[in-house]
């Protein structure tokens, strides 16, 4: 699949947070002002739908997607039974690349991306290298010997990790996932 390589700080400036690790302070220095000539001038008031659509494009900037994938994600979580949008959001976090993120052996969910693709990381023993593959419950992961151990981060519940193995003890709860999106506004995109 493709990814985006364009400048990503203007996405984070386009959604008013930051969507990657470095746009913190850049964010504090220009402020939430979104890119272009006219990113300064007045401001519409934003309708229902432009919210929705903010809250998708968000929702995709941050796990690294693109429409046509983001798409398929959505169309698999209406068909499981229950809650669309936590099923969805479940279906983001558990894609390989984002789960390598979450153990910490990668900073970025792009470094992260890397790593799988570059085919570092191993599934239940299995040399892996497609970053969108979904890891199911009860799964390891493991990083490459040659890699090494990155430092230690604070790791999601529903997450376990010794040195350079990670398992998936569970489904995420909405909790521990990703706070800044609002699956409901996304859900509702899609059902217009």
């Given at each position: 699949?493709?990814?985006?390589?364009?400048?990503?700080?203007?996405?984070?400036?386009?959604?008013?947070?930051?969507?990657?690790?470095?746009?913190a302070?850049?964010?504090?220095?220009?402020g939430?002002?979104?890119?272009g000539?006219?990113?300064?001038?007045?401001?519409?008031?934003?309708?229902?739908?432009?919210?929705?659509?903010?809250?998708?494009?968000k929702?995709?900037?941050?796990?690294?997607?693109?429409?046509?994938q983001?798409?398929?994600?959505?169309?698999?979580?209406?068909?499981v039974?229950?809650?669309?949008?936590?099923?969805?959001?479940?279906?983001?976090?558990?894609?390989?690349?984002?789960?390598?993120?979450?153990?910490?052996?990668?900073?970025?969910?792009?470094?992260?991306?890397?790593?799988?693709?570059?085919?570092?990381?191993?599934?239940e023993?299995?040399?892996?290298?497609?970053p969108?593959?979904?890891?199911?419950?009860?799964q390891?992961?493991?990083?490459?010997?040659?890699?090494?151990?990155?430092?230690?981060?604070?790791?999601?519940?529903?997450?376990?990790r010794?040195?350079?193995?990670?398992?998936?003890?569970?489904l995420?709860?909405?909790?521990?996932?990703?706070?800044?999106?609002d699956?409901?506004?996304?859900?509702?995109?899609?059902?217009?």
């Amino acid at each position: 699949m493709a990814r985006y390589t364009g400048p990503k700080r203007r996405l984070s400036r386009r959604e008013g947070i930051a969507l990657f690790a470095k746009d913190a302070k850049a964010l504090e220095r220009k402020g939430a002002v979104p890119p272009g000539q006219h990113g300064l001038g007045r401001r519409r008031r934003v309708s229902e739908y432009g919210l929705e659509l903010r809250e998708k494009q968000k929702a995709k900037r941050f796990y690294g997607i693109l429409e046509k994938q983001f798409n398929r994600y959505f169309q698999k979580a209406a068909k499981v039974k229950g809650a669309t949008g936590l099923s969805l959001m479940q279906l983001l976090e558990l894609r390989l690349d984002n789960v390598v993120y979450r153990l910490g052996f990668a900073k970025s969910r792009a470094q992260a991306r890397q790593v799988v693709s570059h085919g570092h990381v191993t599934v239940e023993g299995k040399k892996v290298n497609i970053p969108s593959c979904q890891v199911k419950v009860g799964q390891t992961i493991a990083l490459l010997p040659k890699l090494g151990d990155n430092t230690p981060t604070t790791l999601p519940e529903w997450l376990e990790r010794k040195a350079t193995l990670g398992k998936v003890l569970r489904l995420p709860g909405r909790e521990e996932m990703e706070q800044a999106i609002d699956e409901q506004l996304i859900v509702e995109y899609y059902s217009r």
